[in-house]
Structure formats: structure tokens, C-alpha cells
T-cell receptor
Framework: GPKVLQIPSHQIIDMGQMVTLNCDPV?????FYWYKQILGQQMEFLVN????????KSKLFKDQFSVERPDGSYFTLKIQPTALEDSAVYFC??????????????FGHGTKLSVL | GDSVIQMQGQVTLSENDFLFINCTYS??????LFWYVQYSGEGPQLLLQ?????NKGSSRGFEATYDKGTTSFHLQKTSVQEIDSAVYYC????????????FGSGTKLTVEP
């Protein structure tokens, strides 16, 4: 079936540095999402993105976070600067449409971010 | 605000046992409810969804229904197999935002041979 690819699968970084997580969404999808999962806890919505703009973001989407998808390439989540509490698995997802509550999301395998 | 509560953190069953996992939800909108499954080392994938209360969703032998009166929804399977071992998440979205999914905390199912 359709695949969402996330690169890298694991990233280790020192606190205060910048990190960029990359996501290659399903090719014809138009809506993109990031979710955060701290070990042992539930996945929580961070942000969604459509047509070059953030549509919704949660309280977890701090000012240090930004997303973009330049020229239809990777959908990225950048954290600058990173903090210890940013350590988590970040899941990217995409969907064909949005604003429809029963639209199916396709998730990547996640990028485990470890901030030391 | 919108939320989903999934109380069962871990469930261990034997093959051919009956599975029942329950969640409760809270929303002021009109929810669509989902069950996602996450196998080891992979991302969550949609197992099934239920759009209308008291209707059933079904997939791969799993069934789900939701009860608007008790704001609960559950996942069941009559006879689990070892390959069903995974983490199962209930999730909810509503019409008021762009596909924001609210996830429960997950139930880790282990099926022993």
C-alpha cells in the first residue's frame, strides 16, 4: 500500500542544536501531519500542513518548531534549538484530503529523536 | 476539550481467546472513531473506523462499535492469533478541525501460542 518514509529512523543530538526531521509523504497526498510520542505515552498531535501553510497546531508545537515542504520535496519538522523534553518518537503522516473527519491518515515508521 | 481515554495498557491472551478493548471519548462535536494498530518497528496503520453510533466497522476479523450514550467504543475479535500481537490505539477526530486525531494511550496485546 501507500508508504510514508521518514528519514532518519534515529537521530541523536546535543541539547541546543538544531535538528531537521524529514518525511517523504505518499505521492499524491495533500495534507501532512506531525505527531509526537514520548516513550510509554500516547501519540499527540503537533501540527498539520496544507498548501504551504500550517492549518492547525497544538500547544506542543512550540515556537522552536517549524514545518515546511519546499518545492514539493520532503515535509520537514525543524527544531531549533532542541531541548531535553523534545526527546520522543516523531511520526509523520499524510492524507489525500483534509477537513473530512473520516479521511484516512497514512503514518511513517517514526523518527526517534534523542536529545542529550 | 477533545480527548480519548484507553485504560487497558497491556493485555495478554492465548491463541483463540476473545479480545475486547474499550475506550471512552469526550467531544462537543460529531466524532469519527478509529482503531489503529502498530506492529513492532512500524508506524500506526488504520485498522478500522466507525462513523456512526451503533454501526459496526469490521476488518480482518476485528469489529468495532461505539455507543453515543456512554461515549464509549470498543474493539473486539472472537479468536485472536499470535500475529495479532501489536499495540492497538483508539483514536477520534471530529468535523471541527483538519483531521486532528486524538489518540488513546494504546493497549499492548500479546498473544501467546
Amino acid at each position: 500500500g501507500p508508504k510514508v518514509l521518514q528519514i532518519p529512523s534515529h537521530q541523536i543530538i546535543d541539547m541546543g542544536q538544531m535538528v531537521t526531521l524529514n518525511c517523504d509523504p505518499v505521492s499524491n497526498h495533500l495534507y501532512f501531519y506531525w505527531y509526537k510520542q514520548i516513550l510509554g505515552q500516547q501519540m499527540e498531535f503537533l501540527v498539520n500542513f496544507y498548501n504551504g501553510k500550517v492549518m492547525e497546531k497544538s500547544k506542543l508545537f512550540k515556537d522552536q518548531f517549524s514545518v515546511e515542504r519546499p518545492d514539493g520535496s520532503y515535509f520537514t519538522l525543524k527544531i531549533q534549538p532542541t531541548a531535553l523534553e523534545d526527546s520522543a518518537v516523531y511520526f509523520c503522516a499524510s492524507s489525500l484530503a483534509g477537513g473530512i473527519s473520516n479521511e484516512r491518515l497514512f503514518f511513517g515508521h517514526g523518527t526517534k529523536l534523542s536529545v542529550l | 476539550g477533545d480527548s480519548v481515554i484507553q485504560m487497558q495498557g497491556q493485555v495478554t491472551l492465548s491463541e483463540n481467546d476473545f479480545l475486547f478493548i474499550n475506550c471512552t471519548y469526550s467531544t462537543t462535536g460529531y466524532p469519527t472513531l478509529f482503531w489503529y494498530v502498530q506492529y513492532s518497528g512500524e508506524g500506526p496503520q488504520l485498522l478500522l473506523q466507525v462513523t456512526t453510533a451503533n454501526n459496526k466497522g469490521s476488518s480482518r476479523g476485528f469489529e468495532a462499535t461505539y455507543d453515543k450514550g456512554t461515549t464509549s467504543f470498543h474493539l473486539q475479535k472472537t479468536s485472536v492469533q499470535e500475529i495479532d500481537s501489536a499495540v492497538y490505539y483508539c483514536a477520534m477526530s471530529d468535523m471541527s478541525n483538519y483531521n486532528v486525531l486524538y489518540f488513546g494511550s494504546g493497549t499492548k496485546l500479546t498473544v501467546e501460542p
